[in-house]
């Protein structure tokens, strides 16, 4: 996996001019993964679902590699102009929320740079009942999964060229892969909250979902988004549940998360939630999750009520 992302890494790294510093944390690793001969039969019968993701990683490390950073880029965007982008990115490629968040040098992965500090944050659903089965992991879950990086790769990758040709700066990052954290970039679009796993937990989806960014000039998008939606019951509710802690076969995810002097906070242990992740990747969290079975509306009504 780390073979796939590597070269859109090493290109954003190459254009960007916003550095990580001391206080940065370190990326997570990818897990080595082995299939049985099934497996690779399988994922060849549905290769139509797993090869946008690859297709629009490499065309990601391409179109990063294409941005003039010497351009004197537009900042401000328009409410027309907003309109048409809020329309393009929910409409017409369908996702199913999106968002503004900024990051700070300590903000980005260790040894890693971005172009922009502001970023658009998109979110895309994944099937939950593709998780909520009585064996997990399986080869229809990471399929899923895979089908969802597609999705989400290729929106980041046409935001990118919507924004480019209204002559603003806009450099994409594959959802598969990134030199930011996605959950800490949703929490900060406002998209959802953080649950006890470390997933964005959407009102959309719960945690089934994967986001992909862009990074981009404009410094006003801010002023045009309506998303002042209260998710902090969230947090009081996963505080009472915890059965992804208690369901997790690894014991990677803390009870209470850990803050680091530089004040990251890990809300899983990176080793132990990967050890999960030999074959098809791991998802047992994502299907104890009440989010996943109930949903987040009905859960939320159901507190109201309390």
């Known amino acids: 996996m780390k073979l796939m992302t590597n070269p859109q890494e090493k290109a954003l790294n190459k254009i960007s001019s916003i550095h ?3 206080k940065s944390k370190a990326k997570g ?15 060849l019968k549905n290769q139509k ?20 950073i010497k351009k004197d880029y537009r900042n401000k965007i328009t409410l027309t102009e907003f309109e048409r982008l809020k329309h393009y990115i929910m409409d017409d490629l369908g996702m199913d ?3 503004v968040a900024t990051f ?32 997990l992991p399986n080869m229809d879950c990471m399929l899923e999964v895979m089908k969802v990086y597609g999705d989400t790769g290729i929106a980041s990758l046409k935001t990118t ?3 480019r040709e209204m002559n603003f700066g806009a450099v994409p990052n594959h959802s598969l892969g990134g030199n930011v954290d996605y ?20 009102p959309h989806s719960g945690p089934c ?16 988004l309506e998303n002042n939606d209260d998710h902090t019951w969230g947090n009081k509710f996963c505080e009472k549940c915890k059965k992804c802690v208690r369901t997790c076969p690894y014991d990677a995810i803390y009870e209470t998360a850990k803050i680091d002097i530089n004040g990251h906070v890990e809300c899983i242990s990176n080793a132990k939630c990967n050890s999960g992740f030999s074959h098809y990747g791991c998802a047992i969290c994502i299907a104890a999750c009440p989010f996943t079975k109930v949903g987040y509306t009905k859960i939320k009504e159901r507190l109201i009520k309390e």
């Open 183 to 202: 959950t800490k970039a949703g929490f900060k679009a406002n998209l959802g909250f953080v649950g006890k796993h470390g997933m964005l937990i959407t």
């Open 20 to 22: 990580s510093n001391e």
């Open 29 to 43: 690793f990818f897990p080595k993964r082995k299939f049985s001969i099934q497996d690779i039969k399988k994922m």
């Open 161 to 163: 060229d919507f924004l």
């Open 209 to 224: 979902n994967r986001l992909s960014i862009v990074y981009t000039s404009i410094k006003n998008l801010n002023d045009f």
């Open 49 to 68: 679902r797993i090869r946008p993701t690859i297709v629009s990683l490499i065309k990601t490390a391409k179109v990063i590699k294409a941005h003039d």
């Open 97 to 99: 929320s999106f968002g």
């Open 104 to 135: 700070e040098e300590h903000e980005i992965y260790k040894g890693d740079s971005i172009p922009y500090k502001n970023v658009i944050v998109m979110s895309r659903h994944m099937q939950n009942k593709t998780f909520v089965v009585n064996e």
